[in-house]
């Protein structure tokens, strides 16, 4: 049985197990990582296009949104711009947080919280789903809407506007993808523009909430702007020839005084803070490692994220309920399934954690980067319901002890409308990361990705059911045979009888759960890799004050009861759960008073279930 590691992951570091294969030549010194060279060698992504996902639900749920997006009538998206630049509108309104609307109360209503603030997401979501697919249409409608949002730019814009930074961040993040994706010649000087025009409205650097607070404010809502979000895609825009002012900018809104310099010191400063933006920050300070090259930004997003992991976290992956970070030792995330119906901002979640969790990865080569983005893939976001055409969302994933289900989320169009078209055009690019040497495999998902090693066209295409089957098939085409490091993760919860087999032949060397497995070999074409998962079953206590409250997890899986949930629940008889049959996606627990049946969070309907039980001790 594979026990949960609560150690903590990143003392791991670049630890990797150097395989040799039979026939192949023994792994030289380059397959071993010397912290040295990690540091100041992330590992690549690979571009959009040099992934592709085959048909499975990640690949239905990034159809979905690019067919939306690419629908989205373009009046209604551009209509809180032309009419705060006094200009002609027409088209209906989008509703929800994103029009202009007298409405807005901080204690009330959110109808026209942050008029047009998700526009520059769909644009970044639309931009990023064109390099997926290179459809022509997709491009033709980013490049309409840059050049039709150019025209709206004022500063005027952000008058009596409640989050400009926010908004900006996203917009930007829209024109630099907008450039960068969808070979849009225009957008960078619209990002001038847009940032001459936000430019006034930005205080002289990032704000904490509790220092937005203590300045007077007209209403609330003023206090809740983002700005220690901003250095991610104002150094992206440096980088990607937008100039150096961005550079000076970005470095303006890095928020070491209260949060990076504190994190980097490994002191957990995350209770209180709002959820989501403060780990999206966390790609903020990876960006700024990357470009400035200081180790304190390394270690405040490796702190971050191990703070997150190990002290906000559900069995899910997902964290943060009611938005909002908990004291460690307090027993509230615990609280929290009596008190609360929103436990994780599902798509700002997902999308946040995968960004930080893939930089992470790249930088440290640490396989349980990959381990946490799939627990938070499986049990979060692919069981989210689908966005709807008028904007309605998805937002949070309810784990309520009572009358827990899924639903959707009052106000159209909120934050997570704009980050769920980005996180699934993502996903490609979560699957495999490389550098010169080497291709890792993070994910196990039907794909196929395709890359030019020294003079080889080499293609790599994984057939596979995972997590429903924990396996996965890997083929090699190549046009000649090609000498490189292929990286498979083995997760931390693999059990002893995980295997690894090339062509047939069963790798000799014991697996290390926890790491990326280095196959190094000249590798041919239609070589095989075959891999089985053995996955134990685990029971995690929601946090130690509540020792009782366990979820069951398997593998990657955590399982929801559905259906009669028996009075009296033995920890022993969870510890046996098991499938009704062999690919079935429903479990059964054979308690003393019945049987409890579960399922994963993407099998769910619309039925009431329960992510914790409560157990005889
Ligand atoms: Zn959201």
Redesign the pocket.
């Known amino acids: 049985m594979a026990q949960h590691s609560r150690r903590t992951f990143l003392k791991g570091g670049a630890a990797v197990a150097a395989l040799s294969l039979t026939g192949a030549r023994i792994a030289g010194a380059h397959a071993m990582l010397d912290p040295g060279d990690v540091a100041s060698a992330p590992l690549s992504q690979f571009g959009y296009g040099d992934v592709a996902l085959m048909d499975g639900p990640m690949r239905q749920q990034f159809d979905a949104n690019h067919a939306l997006f690419l629908a989205l009538n373009e009046d209604m998206l551009l209509k809180p711009f032309r009419q705060r630049a006094g200009q002609p509108a027409p088209g209906d309104d989008m509703g929800g947080w994103y029009d202009n609307s007298d409405e807005f109360d901080p204690h009330g209503s959110f109808h026209g919280f942050i008029p047009g603030h998700s526009f520059g997401q769909y644009l970044s979501g639309l931009a990023r789903a064109y390099a997926v697919t290179g459809s022509r249409p997709t491009q033709d409608k980013v490049q309409r809407l840059v050049r039709a949002l150019a025209p709206t730019i004022a500063t005027r814009f952000y008058d009596g506007y409640h989050l400009p930074a926010y908004t900006y961040d996203k917009t930007s993040c829209g024109l630099i993808d907008a450039h960068q994706f969808a070979a849009d010649e225009k957008a960078l000087s619209v990002l001038n523009a847009a940032t001459d025009a936000v430019l006034p409205h930005l205080p002289a650097k990032a704000l904490a909430r509790a220092e937005q607070y203590a300045i007077p404010q007209k209403d609330e809502a003023y206090c809740w702007d983002e700005t220690y979000t901003l250095p991610e895609n104002l150094f992206l825009a440096y980088r990607r020839g937008a100039g150096s002012r961005y550079r000076d900018l970005a470095i303006r809104f890095i928020e070491d005084d209260l949060y990076f310099g504190p994190l980097a010191e490994g002191e957990n400063v995350l209770p209180g803070e709002h959820a989501?933006s403060h780990v999206n920050a966390f790609s903020s300070a990876m960006q700024a490692y990357l470009v400035l090259g200081n180790e304190k930004h390394l270690h405040a997003a490796k702190n971050g994220f191990e703070f997150l992991r190990a002290t906000q976290s559900f069995a899910t992956g997902g964290w943060g309920p009611d938005e909002q970070f908990r004291k460690p030792g307090s027993g509230e995330i615990g609280e929290s399934l009596k008190n609360s119906h929103a436990h994780f901002?599902t798509?700002?979640g997902a999308y946040g954690h995968f960004k930080i969790a893939r930089y992470l990865l790249r930088a440290t080569r640490d396989s349980r980067y990959g381990d946490s983005m799939e627990r938070v893939l499986y049990n979060t976001i692919l069981g989210a319901k689908p966005l709807k055409e008028d904007g309605t969302s998805f937002?949070y994933s309810d784990y309520n002890n009572s009358f827990a289900r899924k639903g959707y989320y009052k106000d159209k169009w909120?934050?997570?409308s704009g980050?769920f078209p980005q996180l699934t055009a993502d996903y490609g690019i979560s699957c495999y990361f490389h550098n010169n040497e080497s291709i890792f495999v993070n994910l196990y998902t039907p794909s196929r990705v395709t890359w030019s090693h020294a003079d080889a066209r080499v293609t790599l295409t994984q057939h596979t059911n995972y997590p429903n089957e924990l396996s996965s098939q890997i083929e090699i085409s190549s046009d000649k045979p090609a000498r490189f490091v292929l990286h498979v993760r083995i997760p931390a919860w693999a059990g002893p009888k995980t295997s690894v087999a090339v062509n047939g032949k069963r790798i000799a060397s014991a697996l290390i759960p926890g790491t990326f497995a280095a196959l190094d070999g000249t590798w041919k074409d239609g070589d095989r890799i075959e891999l089985e998962f053995e996955a134990g079953t685990t029971l995690e206590a929601v946090d130690p004050q509540h020792p009782s409250i366990v979820a069951v997890v398997n593998g990657p899986l955590a399982l929801f009861a559905v259906g009669e949930i028996p009075k009296d629940i033995q920890r022993r008889a969870l510890e046996r759960v098991d499938r009704i049959s062999n690919r079935s996606d429903t479990w059964q627990a054979k308690t003393e008073a019945g049987v409890l049946t579960l399922k994963p969070f993407a099998s769910i309907q619309d039925e009431i279930y329960r992510l914790y039980q409560q157990v005889e001790s």
Do not use: H, V
Request: net charge negative; proline share 22%; hydrophobic share 0%.
């Open positions: 989501y901002e798509p700002c937002y909120p934050c997570c980050t």
